[in-house]
């Protein structure tokens, strides 16, 4: 098992905890990682499964990026599962407000405030390089001239 993503301060925290691929062997499956939302506060806490596929590693970089700025970006709002947003509310002085929803789920919201502080962005980046390196991509050709992405 390895965290994704590991954001927390003194009362709050936001994980994805994954824990192997989804499929191991199926070829259409095989790069997908089977993992937890873990979201955990004084007041609510809960997990949601999710499973997270090449492209999703690949748009989650591009969040960190968009992150690294200080602008709000949105992830895994895909159609069909939970979306996770992350905003500044008062500029990067203030709490990083992460919002997990799972609207196409059980319907519930979790919102938390994080006071993430230093190079919090950083951590992250090492985190997905963590699974990345844990869990290279190794299905060049899923089917017949359909190729997924892989990280070089």
């Known amino acids: 098992m390895a965290n994704l993503v590991d954001m927390r301060d003194a009362e709050n925290s936001f994980r994805i905890e994954v824990s192997g691929r989804f499929r191991p062997g199926v070829l259409q499956d095989h790069d997908t990682l089977a993992a937890e939302i873990v979201v955990e506060s004084s007041f609510v806490s809960g997990r949601l499964r999710v499973w997270i596929r090449p492209a999703e590693l690949q748009a989650w970089q591009g969040v960190l990026s968009v992150l690294r700025e200080g602008k709000p970006a949105t992830w895994l709002d895909q159609g069909n599962g939970p979306v996770v947003t992350f905003d500044f509310p008062d500029g990067l002085d203030g709490d990083t407000v992460i919002t997990v929803e799972d609207a196409t789920g059980s319907g519930a919201v979790a919102t938390l405030p994080l006071g993430l502080e230093g190079a919090w962005v950083d951590e992250q980046v090492a985190l997905l390089d963590k699974v990345h390196k844990q869990w290279p991509n190794e299905v ?13």
């Open 140 to 152: 060049l050709e899923s089917s017949y001239g359909v190729f997924e992405w892989k990280k070089s």
